[in-house]
């Protein structure tokens, strides 16, 4: 089953925001391939998850510590042990192992609660950071590219 975004998981950080609604499109793509029976469709997915969310990982711990985060290290931490745990899964899938519906459901409970407790505890002091500068979220989600500052430069190091 597909997850379908729920508002209530904005963090109100619009780049942010879209790095998760991507996160999640990966997610239902594993579906898609899935119920096509395409096993090297999979692995690319699950490939492509992975540099995604390591850069959205990147991205956000960036944003953390020009924010002055204070909880940043244990939320690394709980970044890299995501990472290690589908890293796994790749491993298995590479060995013919069918994993499509246990990491389907990993990820999509593991996203939602990340989001919703880790993610929602450091947005605040983002927001608060974005708005004494001269990038609101608003206006880097509206046109990225056209921005400069910190987050157009985030996005260009962490998103090619």
Known sequence: MPIVWDHKLDTGIDVIDAQHKRIVEYINEL???????????????????????????GFEEEM???????????????HELFIKRVSEFTLRSAKGEDIVDELHT???????????????????????????????????AAAPQAQGGFISGLLGRFFR
């Open 31 to 57: 579906e898609i391939a899935k119920q096509k029976g395409d096993r090297h469709l999979l692995n690319d997915i699950i490939e492509q998850l992975i540099d995604y969310t390591q850069s959205h990982f």
């Open 64 to 78: 953390m510590a020009e924010a002055g985060y204070k909880f940043i290290k244990p939320h690394k931490k709980v």
């Open 106 to 140: 990993m990820l999509s409970k593991w996203l939602i609660n990340h989001i919703a407790n880790e993610d929602r505890d450091y947005a605040k002091q983002v927001q608060s950071m974005l708005a004494k500068g001269d990038e609101s979220p608003q206006a880097v």
